[in-house]
Nanobody
């Protein structure tokens, strides 16, 4: 059974940066397309950024394009999300999982990101 564990969230002022990490225990996800998602209060979970199994291809939502960078380190069985120029509307719980279109893994507890003015 795979367990996804997100970390690195916190409280940050608008314009600041955070780096989220996602570690997978129980199964190596090398070669899988992975992604970051987020759920803001009262909203559905939405796609934020994705990375191919090779790590050579990435894609972003409109909200993340130009500000967020997704990366992976298969040796550490981990995926990362570097978030820069954070805005109030980036406040949400962030999750990692397989990219949309693939059977999702059990969702982790997520990492709370709160952006203050």
């Amino acid at each position: 059974q795979v367990q996804l564990v997100e970390s690195g969230g916190g409280l940050v002022q608008a314009g600041g940066s955070l780096r989220l990490s996602c570690a997978a225990a129980g199964r190596v996800f090398s070669g899988w397309d992975m992604a970051w998602f987020r759920r803001a209060p009262g909203n559905e979970r939405e796609f934020v950024a994705g990375i191919s199994g090779s790590g050579r291809s990435t894609d972003y939502s409109n909200s993340g394009e130009g500000r967020f960078v997704i990366s992976r380190d298969d040796a550490k069985n981990s995926v990362y999300l570097q978030m820069n120029s954070l805005k109030l509307e980036d406040t949400a719980v962030y999750y990692c999982n397989r990219k949309p279109g693939y059977p999702p893994l059990p969702w982790g507890q997520g990492a709370q990101v709160t952006v203050s003015s």
